[in-house]
């Protein structure tokens, strides 16, 4: 018993390195100032630490998530949100139509990193639920 407990233990204590619940006190002014700026409408704001990165998740308006991702000096690594059925592109729409017949979409998120946009939409047909990933003209890069 003692054994599982420890190990019970270490894996948990393993898992908090990875990415840490913080409050927003803790987070470094030049990243707080930086999202403050960037997002000044935001609420429901949640951080977490991922090694060197600051994470945080928070809304705008109803039922709008949004999601950065910032490095010590404050600069923005990448930025998501979610999207609606109607704001995704085209393109994306006719491969999802082509590719996986009688699939229906379920969720969708815009992804922009380096300046570039890319697309996740999860799609659904019955039991089977699948997590795509699109550039911004349609290709298809990941499908699990």
Known sequence: MKTVTFLVAVLLGTASLFAQDMAESQVPSVVLNTFKKDFPKASDV???????????????????????????SGKMIKYSEEISESDIP????ETIKTQFVDYSIDDA??????????????IEKGN????????????????K
């Open 109 to 122: 998120k815009k992804f922009t990193e380096n300046k570039t946009e890319s697309f996740w939409v999860e």
């Open 90 to 93: 085209q393109a994306i729409k």
């Open 46 to 72: 949640e951080w977490e630490r991922h090694g060197e990165q600051y994470n945080v998740e928070f809304e705008i308006g109803w039922f709008n998530d949004y999601e950065a991702w910032f490095d010590q």
């Open 128 to 143: 089977d639920e699948r997590h795509l990933h699109f550039s911004a003209d349609g290709q298809l890069i990941q499908n």
